[in-house]
């Protein structure tokens, strides 16, 4: 009978401090979800007064629920278009976190050494001009690896995805003809290939297809040991996908980063960069009337930039490179 | 003596009010089914207005499906989804109603409700387990032995052209109709057995076999509730959602190969629904929904319809 006041007084204790803690709510893009919940974890363990909430809902679902304003910033992996940033009331303010990058993975069983992909062999595979494996196009990127005369299996995402966007913005960049012909969205009229619903449902397919060919997240081709091959930059090397190459796409658009970092940095110049590569931005509303909520998000801000990147390459997320990282510490004050 | 005349006669009236009370609530209960119907074809009528004014009828006839300029069609969706549905049936049909007769006519008591228990066990799988299964054993069985000897043996048939890929909507249609069975089944069995002792007497009395009395008195006796189990088995593989996104293909367009990819209106709008931007692409899978009520609408129709006829042209029988 003696423990229970002890144990009410700690549980209003424990009520209180989580009651005074300040609670941010986010959401948006599932592609960034583990660096950003690790994030959060970490940052409530440095400052237990803040707590945040994310939900990774998808990107078009994040952009929304900011727009209805039911959460305090979104996260997506594409930047929003002119359209969407004219609905909201409060401009909002992209941030790059991290990059991530986008890999061809395949499953050709007779063949051992790794593939090279150009550009305009990826856009003519998925076209469908390019059906064979031992295609002129093909040969031409691999000379001396023996390709089977077997058709190729093309696999797409299904649902609508930030990843399908990085896809196919680059095949818009290299080949002219899947620009005027099917375009860039996060979902679009595939011309042919069959649909996988998510990374998983794409990887599933391609490990249990023969002859097939498919695109999903570099963290997870990794974590999974997919085969995938290296693509042609527009230095005109073929470069694998890894955290640095990654990381020197970005470096090789800072040089022309916009000042509201809303830009695609697929087939980046720059030696060593990959070509399929994208950052993945929070969407941060220029003034928040909260001032206590707004000293918490930028505070926050201001540790993801220096102490946020120094674990994301452990969860195989590629860092930003400095010189964006002095940008976007600029457009911090930005916040009111 | 006038106490009791008063007593009864306030009984009677409480009795009388408590009939009223309850025939209200169990009216509104009736009630609210008919406004949540309402209510929900509404919803999809104003959620698929923008869709509507900018594509008009031709939406149920276009082939289209392109978010980029902003131009759908319904029709490859329509097809998958009646195609897989059919084909469903088509399967479970005849084994279940087969799988019926055996358990209520000729099988023991004791193995007929254990083989009932563990039917009915299959209908309270979740359907992304189905989905699991189908991809993990089904696909790679269909695509290593199944279609390769589909396409030799009927291959000139134009439903068996095709490169073998294990998905598409041979494969669908046949979950589909694992998913069907239990609902035909244990239906179906239930009708069979409601039928009266007397009817198989009187059959077997007249010097019928076992097989005649089950297949030309029985089952024409139970029909009307065999009939019924399909239907339920038809409406369920027409909302059916993830399995079929997971083994169908998700290629909107349609082809005569069976072994082909292929789409269904609910795998669409589970697939694409949640990063639909802007407002027509939204609302043009919002109209998909409604073209799949109008679907199950029309085809339940149609099951009312034979029914009716059937038991006319039963009644009219000398």
């Given amino acids: ?336 | 003596m006038a106490t009791a005349v008063l007593e009864k006669r306030t009984a009677r009236v409480s009795s009388q009010t408590g009939d009223m009370i309850a025939r209200l609530v169990v009216l509104v209960f009736a009630a609210m089914v008919l406004l949540i119907s309402v209510v929900l074809v509404y919803e999809l009528w104003v959620g698929s207005a923008p869709s509507r004014h900018s594509l008009g009828w031709s939406f149920l006839f276009s082939s289209e499906w392109n978010p980029v300029s902003e131009k759908f069609g319904a029709l490859p969706f329509i097809y998958g989804t009646v195609v897989t549905s059919f084909l469903a049936l088509l399967i479970s049909v005849p084994l279940g109603v087969g799988a019926a007769i055996f358990l209520s006519e000729m099988a023991p008591a004791g193995v007929s409700n254990a083989l009932t228990f563990l039917v009915e066990l299959l209908a309270a799988i979740p359907s992304v387990i189905y989905g699991l299964l189908a991809i993990f054993t089904l696909v790679p069985l269909m695509r290593s032995y199944g279609e390769p000897f589909l396409k030799a043996t009927l291959g000139f048939l134009p439903f068996f052209k095709g490169p073998a890929f294990g998905v598409g909507f041979l494969t669908a249609g046949i979950i589909l109709a694992v998913m069907t069975f239990p609902f035909i089944i244990s239906v179906s069995r239930e009708s069979l057995l409601a039928v009266p002792r007397d009817q198989r007497e009187a059959a077997l009395a007249l010097g019928s076999t076992q097989w005649e009395t089950t297949w030309k008195v029985v089952v024409p006796y139970a029909k009307l509730g065999i009939i019924g189990s399909v239907f339920l088995g038809l409406a369920r593989a027409l909302g059916e959602t993830m399995a079929v996104t997971m083994v169908i293909g998700n290629d909107p367009s349609i082809h005569a190969s069976l072994l082909a990819p292929g789409y269904s209106i609910a795998a669409v709008i589970a697939n694409e629904f949640t990063e639909a931007t802007g407002s027509v692409y939204p609302s043009a899978l919002v109209e998909l929904g409604l073209v799949l009520f109008c679907v199950t609408i029309v085809i339940n129709g149609l099951a009312r319809l034979m029914i009716i006829a059937t038991t006319r042209r039963g009644s009219k029988r000398p």
Wanted: charged share 15%.
């Fill in chain 1, 1 to 336: 009978m003696k423990r229970f006041p002890v144990a009410l007084l700690g549980f209003l204790a424990v009520g209180a401090s989580v009651a005074t803690a300040q609670q941010i709510t986010a959401a948006g893009a599932t592609f960034p979800a583990p660096v950003y919940q690790k994030w959060f974890g970490e940052y409530h363990n440095a400052h237990p007064d803040v707590q945040v909430n994310y939900q990774s809902i998808g990107s078009g679902a994040g952009i929304q629920q900011l727009t209805a304003g039911t959460v305090d910033f979104g996260a997506s992996d594409m930047p929003m278009t002119d359209d969407q940033i004219a609905k909201l009331k409060v401009h909002p303010l992209h941030f790059p976190t991290v990059i991530g990058a986008l890999v061809p993975v395949y499953n050709l069983p007779g063949v051992t050494q790794e593939l090279k992909f150009s550009g305009e062999a990826l856009a003519g595979i998925y076209l469908g001009t390019i059906k064979q494996w031992n295609d002129p196009a093909l040969a031409k990127d691999n000379p001396g690896v023996k390709l089977p005369k077997d058709d190729i299996v093309v696999v797409h995402r299904s649902d609508g995805s930030g990843t399908t966007f990085v896809w196919v913005d680059y095949l818009s960049k290299v080949s002219p003809a899947w620009k005027s012909k099917v375009g860039a969205n996060t979902s679009v009229s595939w011309p042919v290939g069959l649909g996988g619903k998510g990374n998983e449902g794409v990887s599933g397919t391609v490990k249990q297809t023969p002859g097939s060919i498919g695109y999903v997240e570099l963290i997870f081709a990794v974590q999974n040991k997919m085969t995938y091959g290296s693509v042609k930059n527009a230095s005109g090397e073929y470069v694998k996908a890894n955290l640095d190459s990654v990381t020197q796409a970005a470096a090789g658009a800072a040089k022309n980063m916009p000042a509201d970092f809303r830009v695609s940095i697929t087939n980046a110049p720059g030696k060593g960069a990959y070509p399929i590569s994208s950052f993945t931005w929070m969407l941060i509303p220029s003034a928040i009337p909260d001032a206590k909520k707004s000293a918490a998000i930028k505070a926050f801000l201001q540790w993801m930039l220096v102490d946020g990147q120094k674990t994301a390459p452990m969860l195989d997320y590629a860092a930003l490179p400095k010189e964006v990282v002095a940008q976007e510490t600029k457009q911090i004050a930005q916040i009111k």
